[in-house]
């Protein structure tokens, strides 16, 4: 079995676990407390919750799975196949919630998935580095950092709908670059050995990649909080693997090769990805308090 196979199914493993975690977080986040509460406040009354604790622990599988795949596979590949973390997570979520998936969802979730496979997958993905330089990364700071600002800041005057999409955009985009981070934390991984160790501990983005899961955690929290998972995850499947793709072609070098004929493949399923993120955003909008 070829080592990108062996990343495919690890890839979807990861998903239905990323998903089982972020239902369990969603549904703690709207229940740990029925006060309006701040973003570092509500994060700390979820470290007290046992629920909470529970679906990090199936997360961390999750991710767990997700770290072994993109040992094996680029960036661009695991990615795209983790967006099926959507159509385990909106089932499972509805119910809970004591309702149905309505046809509808499930078109819009399949467009989706299938027009964020196909934007990350279709350019003929090409493996690249595992890690990159400071000076790379500095401006990588630069272009992400003003952004999530900005969506913060438009979190705190806008309606819960809108709050929840823009948290989850900046939730997304955090766990995209968890992603690209946890490449280079793998390929330094070797606890064979003192030195092994001793490597990974002096590694700069072991310490990016844990500050970044914390902060990722914390948005995803407070999104799930602002909304419906029909209003945060889409908008959080859809960012990470965009920002994950994008950071492997311009951080680690992956290089995609679509073709004359690709690159309109690549634009109509632009569309569709849009299109579907705003049909899966604003349906169910009256969901968002678990049942």
């Known amino acids: ?29 709207h229940e740990v407390t029925e006060k309006p509460v701040g973003h570092l406040e509500l994060f700390a009354r979820l470290l007290r919750d046992g629920r909470w604790w529970l679906g990090s622990g199936v997360a961390a599988i999750g991710f767990a799975l997700q770290a072994a795949a993109l040992g094996l596979g680029s960036v661009l590949l695991v990615q795209a196949l983790l967006v099926t973390s959507l ?13 149905r998936v309505t046809r509808w969802e499930w078109l819009w979730a399949a467009l989706l998935a299938a027009a964020v496979a196909v934007i990350v997958t279709v350019g003929d993905p090409t493996a690249g580095a595992s890690r990159a330089s400071l000076h790379t990364w500095l401006w990588v700071a630069a272009a992400l950092g003003p952004a999530m600002a900005l969506c913060l800041l438009g979190a705190q005057m806008a309606s819960p709908a809108t709050s929840a999409v823009l948290l989850a955009a900046v939730s997304g985009g955090l766990w995209g670059l968890f992603a690209v981070l946890t490449k280079a934390v793998v390929d330094r991984l070797d606890v064979t050995s003192w030195a092994g160790i001793g490597a990974l501990l002096g590694t700069p983005e072991l310490y990016a990649w844990a ?6 955690t914390a948005m995803q929290q407070a999104s799930f909080r602002s909304g419906a998972l ?3 995850l889409p908008t959080m499947t859809v960012a990470e693997p965009v920002v994950a793709s994008a950071l492997g072609v311009a951080v680690l070098g992956e290089t995609l090769r679509p073709g004359e004929t690709g690159v309109f493949v ?5 569309g569709v990805m849009v299109v579907a993120t705003v049909a899966l955003a604003r349906g169910e909008a009256a969901t968002r308090e678990p049942a």
Do not use: E, N, W, Y
């Open 1 to 29: 079995m070829a080592k990108a196979d062996i990343a495919a199914v690890l890839a979807l493993a990861a998903a239905f676990f990323i998903a089982v975690g972020d239902v369990i977080h969603q549904r703690s986040a």
């Open 230 to 232: 029909t209003a945060s």
């Open 266 to 270: 690549l634009v109509a399923a632009v």
């Open 87 to 99: 159509l385990f997570a909106l089932p499972i979520s509805a119910r809970l919630s004591g309702r």
């Open 211 to 216: 500050a970044v899961a914390v902060a990722g």
